[in-house]
């Protein structure tokens, strides 16, 4: 663990170059003869690997490892969610599979990578066009690293969560190959598209709906419509009835902890809460200096009004987390922003770090390469000194925007399979607009021998996750580590 966080220091002191666009001077064939040379010298086949030795880095050293930068009191409460389930697990422990995937083959082709590319961090959210949208959302790992990183964890969550849900081995094997399969298919397609078509490319829902209409059942239709309008509902209007109350004739954010905290209850703790908001008031207009011109008109039409931590996700919780209230014209009139930390990311080690000194900016930077519509409130910031009188990055977006997460637990085979395609799809999209897709095309071939790799190495990532989640379950017990539940 010393040594991981030596090589942390290193590497962030270094810095490191994003994806480099693919040289004007090589045509689209010399670009595709690199993706074929690179298949000689690490072999398609060669991703089926997920046999790591026995001297690994301990798991539980690692999250252990990410402990130490965020909220002690929010710990156990992490551990909690990520014990619960082996998928559960999954989603929490991308510093060690980042880890364990350093250790794996790479082609050496460069992307934007997500870097926890897990199928939950997939979703649907409405656009600046109010268009429902499919694309990733969750880019707090967010590095240039090897794109074959987020496709084999894709795969992986993917078997994880079939396992989960009872799917037999032909079943989950089907789900994985479908994510492989139409990300490779999907990266054909790219590698021939102009770059304004592949820029412009996205999942629109309603076109989507209409493209599988025909194979709707009564019961998936009802299904459908009902995500769609929870989708539209969930936005700061919601938020407003279920976080906030009114005392003394002004909107407060409702005390829920340790979920929901009021930052007047964190101020009281401190030494020294007196001058409070107008610090706050100097934060949101440096966050304000991110943001496009029209943008940031908007926002200023809104007041501050209250602010809260909260506690979000699984692999997030402890870092620190703020929800906002803003008033525009009235109190009926509300927005909420989410005010999240960035940390380095877990690929940071082994990928190099970002060259963005702020790792907010590092966030938002990937964000908006990756995906086809970000937030119009996107941007970030640091508090040079917080209540632990240390410096942090955050960046910050809407909390809610038409934002539907589907019930992976609930998903049925071939449903299951369909969302796999889709994110298969999505994350070949991301990573054509960052790294050479040509090359990466040729590099995958009009075989199936890539996707049979990733559904072998999802199978022994599925197994080694789950002996990890028994050691982090094991380590709670021995009272190496303190676990609770919050449900």
């Not at 490191?16 to 298949?39: D, I, N, Q």
């Not at 026995?54 to 909690?80: F, H, K, M």
């Not at 934002?403 to 969302?419: A, D, Q, W």
Request: aromatic share 8%; charged share 25%; glycine share 6%.
């Amino acid at each position: 663990m010393t040594q991981l966080t030596e090589d942390i220091g290193v590497r962030r002191a270094q810095g490191s170059r994003p994806p480099a666009a693919p040289a004007a001077v090589l045509t689209p064939s010399e670009r595709a003869e690199l993706g074929k040379a690179a298949r000689v010298r690490v072999p398609r086949s060669s991703h089926a690997v997920a046999d790591f030795p026995a001297d690994r880095p301990d798991p539980v050293s690692l999250l252990e490892l990410q402990a130490v930068s965020r909220v002690p009191e929010l710990i156990p409460t992490r551990y909690g969610r990520m014990l619960i389930s082996p998928f559960s697990y999954f989603r929490g422990a991308a510093l060690p599979m980042a880890s364990d995937l350093a250790r794996t083959p790479a082609s050496g082709l460069t992307v934007q990578a997500c870097g926890d590319a897990h199928l939950s961090n997939f979703g649907i959210f409405g656009s600046p066009e109010r268009r429902l949208v499919f694309d990733i959302n969750d880019f707090d790992e967010t590095v240039p690293a090897p794109w074959e990183w987020d496709v084999k964890r894709l795969g992986a969550s993917l078997e994880v969560a079939a396992r989960e849900n009872g799917f037999n081995r032909k079943q989950r094997a089907a789900v994985v190959l479908a994510a492989a399969t139409r990300y490779r298919e999907a990266m054909r397609s790219f590698a021939e598209s102009r770059n304004l078509e592949l820029w412009y490319a996205h999942v629109d829902v309603t076109e989507l709906r209409a493209q599988f209409e025909s194979q709707l059942t009564a019961r998936r239709r009802k299904a459908w419509d009902a995500g769609e309008a929870k989708a539209r509902a969930a936005d700061s209007a919601r938020d407003l009835r279920k976080l906030t109350r009114t005392v003394n004739g002004r909107l407060r954010i409702i005390s829920d902890p340790p979920l929901i905290i009021p930052i007047e209850e964190l101020a009281g703790r401190q030494p020294d809460p007196a001058g409070l908001e107008p610090q706050l008031r100097a934060l949101m207009a440096r966050y304000l200096r991110t943001l496009q011109p029209d943008r940031r008109h908007l926002l200023e039409q809104y007041r501050f009004t209250d602010m809260a931590r909260k506690v979000v996700g699984v692999g997030s919780v402890g870092t620190r987390c703020w929800i906002v209230l803003m008033l525009g014209r009235d109190d009926s009139d509300p927005l909420f922003l989410q005010v999240k930390e960035a940390q380095w990311s877990v690929l940071a080690p082994f990928a190099g770090a970002s060259k963005f000194a702020n790792e907010g900016q590092r966030v938002v930077v990937g964000q908006r390469l990756m995906q086809t519509a970000s937030d119009i409130f996107l941007g970030w910031n640091r508090v040079d000194s917080g209540f632990d009188r240390k410096p942090h990055d955050f960046y910050v977006r809407q909390l809610r925007d038409w934002k539907f997460s589907f019930n992976i637990g609930t998903m049925i085979p071939e449903g299951m399979r369909l969302y796999a395609e889709l994110c298969g799809w999505t994350l070949a999209r991301a990573h054509a607009r960052s790294g050479d897709r040509i090359a990466i095309a040729a590099y995958l071939g009009s075989s199936a021998e890539f996707d049979q790799a990733i559904a072998q190495f999802a199978v022994g990532y599925a197994d080694q996750n789950e002996r990890d989640h028994r050691a982090l379950a094991e380590a709670a017990a021995s009272g190496r580590i303190t676990a609770r539940s919050d449900l």
